[in-house]
């Protein structure tokens, strides 16, 4: 059992044989190699990367069938092999490999990067962001668009910054909305 | 727009060559020779450089608010 320092949830313990290896980074980290996958049932189906190298580094992420069910995954064979997957054909989401899109959050509402997912074998668990070229998917996918978003979410956008105590807000939100244990995955 | 044959090169000012290695049927193998300073990268690469880079700025308010959206409130 080893302690983690997280950008979100306070101390998470963590068994070693969960971490997630990414040899190559992802595109702006690379150097950011070690990360582990948590999930809080509360939260589903959000699945957070955080960073075990960096505390303050932590991705919001979705399974990508929840967005879009009906995604074709396009990886090349180059990132198959590095995967340790077969590169003669596209890896089945689930039972080969988990299939993440990172989540963005601007004042038009999230979107997600369904133009480079994520893909781990959990078998191996070696992960990568897999760039593919010449994808119909958009980097920036509306996730809930604007007419579908609860109306009290515009409010909290227009309160002035002194309305937003800078501590409290932050801190309080999330954490009383999760339980102490998560499970990584 | 400039038409090339494999094997032929491209100046950009000075000190770019980009040279059509090989053309494939539906892929082109382009060799780019810059100086050390010019970052050379597939666009998609910078696009999702600079998604992830936004993504990673999320404060653990737009957290709370994502979490409030996907599970609004009975």
Known sequence: ?185 | MMSRREGETILIGDDIEIVIARIGRTRVKVGIRAPRETPVIAREVKLIRDENLRAAGATAADLSSLIARLHPPA
Do not use: W
Request: aromatic residues 6%; proline residues 10%; charged residues 20%.
């Open chain 1, 1 to 185: 059992m080893t302690l983690l320092e997280t950008k979100h949830f306070g101390k998470l313990s963590y068994e070693a044989d969960s971490e997630l290896d990414f040899p190559l980074g992802l595109p702006g980290f690379e150097d950011r190699k070690r990360f582990v996958a948590v999930h809080f049932v509360e939260n589903d189906p959000l699945i957070y990367l955080q960073s075990l190298e960096d505390p303050a580094l932590c991705f919001i992420t979705m399974p990508v069938l929840a967005i879009d069910p009906q995604y074709r995954l396009n990886v090349s064979g180059e990132d198959l092999g590095r995967l340790g997957l077969n590169s003669a054909r596209q890896p089945r989401v689930g039972d080969d490999v988990m299939c993440l899109s990172v989540l963005s959050i601007s004042e038009t509402g999230p979107t997600a990067n369904l133009l480079a997912p994520i893909l781990l074998n959990l078998r191996n668990r070696k992960a990568l962001q897999a760039v593919a070229p010449g994808s119909d998917y958009s980097h920036q996918f509306a996730l809930m668009p604007q007419e579908a978003m609860p109306q009290e979410a515009m409010p909290q956008e227009a309160m002035p910054q002194e309305a937003l105590p800078q501590e409290a807000l932050p801190q309080e939100a999330p954490q009383e909305a999760m339980p102490q244990k998560a499970a990584v995955c």
